[in-house]
Each structure stands twice: as structure tokens, then as C-alpha cells.
């Protein structure tokens, strides 16, 4: 009974990269490197979403901590959506709709 077990399991681990690799889109392997990147400079306070500077910015008006606060959330709402987005194309097997899209998320992430 054990080896029958091992056996089975032995076959599922070595059908398992067939599978990931026959559901990946093609650009699953930019997407996943983002995602690394991402991960990578997530701890540099200059590096993350954001949005391009208001209005109130250019004519010298403070921010106030609740006006960050709602920036920083709407800069990281928009990411996720764009990133969702690239990730939703990848699946449908839309290379080039889902590059535009990366390329979005980088220029969101980046800013």
C-alpha cells in the first residue's frame, strides 16, 4: 500500500510543472517577475504606487495627514486594479493587452 502511495505521489509532482506551465499566459513570467521586484522594495519608502502631483501641490497648499492617507489609497487602489487587469488578459491569452497593462502597473508602481 505504500509504495502505491509513493508511486502516486511521485507522478502527481512530476505532472504538477506540466500543469503550471500549460496554464500560464504569455506573460505570466513578466507579471511573476514584477511580483519579485515588488517584493524586493517593499521596504524603500521612495518605491511604491502613486499618483501625479495635485493641483493644491503646484500652488504651494500642505497636505494635510488625512489628504496623504486618501492619496496613498486611491494610488494603491488604482495598482491593484491595473495589476488585476494584466493578470485577467495573461489568462485570456492576450499578450499584448496585458503588456500595456504591466507597462501601466510599472509606471503606477514606479512613479
Same mark, same amino acid.
Given at each position: 500500500m505504500?509504495s ?8 502527481a509532482?512530476?505532472?504538477? %510543472?506540466?500543469?503550471?506551465?500549460? +496554464? ?6 513578466r507579471?511573476k +517577475?514584477? *511580483?519579485?521586484?515588488? @517584493?524586493?522594495?517593499s521596504s524603500?519608502?521612495g518605491?511604491? %504606487? /502613486?499618483l %501625479? +502631483?495635485?493641483i493644491?501641490? +503646484?500652488?504651494?497648499h #500642505?497636505?494635510?495627514? #488625512?489628504?496623504?492617507n @486618501?492619496?496613498e *489609497? $486611491?494610488?494603491q487602489a /488604482?495598482?491593484?486594479?491595473v495589476?488585476a487587469?494584466a493578470?485577467?488578459?495573461? $489568462?485570456?491569452?492576450?499578450r499584448a493587452?496585458?503588456?500595456?497593462a ?8 514606479f #512613479?
Open positions: 505504500r502505491k502511495n509513493f508511486a502516486a505521489l511521485f507522478l509532482a512530476g505532472l504538477c %510543472p506540466a500543469l503550471t506551465a500549460a +496554464q500560464a499566459g504569455p506573460c505570466t513570467a507579471i +517577475q514584477f *511580483e519579485k521586484t515588488m @517584493r524586493e522594495t524603500d519608502p518605491i511604491g %504606487p /502613486g %501625479p +502631483q495635485s493644491g501641490a +503646484q500652488i504651494s #500642505q497636505p494635510t495627514p #488625512q489628504s496623504v @486618501r492619496a *489609497e $486611491r494610488a /488604482g495598482f491593484e486594479a495589476l487587469r493578470k485577467k488578459l495573461d $489568462r485570456e491569452g492576450k493587452a496585458c503588456m500595456e504591466l507597462t501601466d502597473a510599472k509606471l503606477i508602481y #512613479q
